[in-house]
T-cell receptor, first 113, second 115 residues
Framework: DTEVTQTPKHLVMGMTNKKSLKCEQH?????MYWYKQKAKKPPELMFV???????INESVPSRFSPECPNSSLLNLHLHALQPEDSALYLC????????????FGQGTRLTVV | GNSVTQMEGPVTLSEEAFLTINCTYT??????LFWYVQYPGEGLQLLLK?????DKGSNKGFEATYRKETTSFHLEKGSVQVSDSAVYFC??????????????FGSGTQLTVLP
């Protein structure tokens, strides 16, 4: 199984809503990532978890709150988002060894209205 | 720091044409190099990779060779198809062990193949 599964695929939320994005992998990867991708741009790293601990936060606003409940799951909690937060949110995972690739999910297309 | 410079797009080719997308990088040590492809409305898929100098990655007719002397990892395909239309990202991952080493992406190249 080389899949990273993200749910939901599409999400429309108001600026006062609270929602969560979910990501799951069963490849035994101990590093998991959240990326944000705007149209026609490369993915931008938001957060990195290593061994279920947050190791990198790329100065992301606090309205985005990551959570890693266990080694297979990664959540991104959303609250009080702005329209400019509308984007494709990608989850990825990888092994913590050299020369290995990251596997990406299909993404959640988020629209903030 | 690490960086990846990728050929500006968009690139438009006719079916069966030869494709080259240039990619050069800046990094210390010996990073791993990747090409990812993103089809419309989808996530990123690994296309190919190379982990040391002179390695050639290949997949689905695409090839790229890790050139340490020119710090390059150009993507090539001898005969493109309409189904190859997508955005292609060159990326590197540092070689340091022990911690999560995130990818550094190039800006992406939009490829459109016309029938």
């Amino acid at each position: 199984d080389t899949e990273v599964t993200q749910t939901p695929k599409h999400l429309v939320m108001g600026m006062t809503n609270k929602k969560s994005l979910k990501c799951e992998q069963h490849m035994g990867h101990r590093a998991m990532y959240w990326y944000k991708q705007k149209a026609k741009k490369p993915p931008e790293l938001m957060f990195v978890y290593s061994y279920e601990k947050l190791s990198i936060n790329e100065s992301v606003p606090s309205r985005f709150s990551p959570e890693c409940p266990n080694s297979s799951l990664l959540n991104l909690h959303l609250h009080a988002l702005q329209p400019e937060d509308s984007a494709l949110y990608l989850c990825a995972s990888s092994q913590l060894v050299v020369n290995t690739e990251a596997f990406f999910g299909q993404g959640t297309r988020l629209t903030v209205v | 720091g690490n960086s990846v410079t990728q050929m500006e797009g968009p690139v438009t080719l006719s079916e069966e044409a030869f494709l080259t997308i240039n990619c050069t990088y800046t990094a210390t040590g010996y990073p791993s190099l990747f090409w990812y492809v993103q089809y419309p409305g989808e996530g990123l898929q690994l296309l190919l990779k190379a982990t040391k100098a002179d390695d050639k990655g290949s997949n689905k007719g695409f090839e790229a060779t890790y050139r340490k002397e020119t710090t390059s990892f150009h993507l090539e395909k001898g005969s493109v198809q309409v189904s190859d239309s997508a955005v292609y990202f060159c990326a590197l991952r540092p070689s340091a062990s022990g911690s999560a080493r995130q990818l550094t992406f190039g800006s992406g190249t939009q490829l459109t193949v016309l029938p």
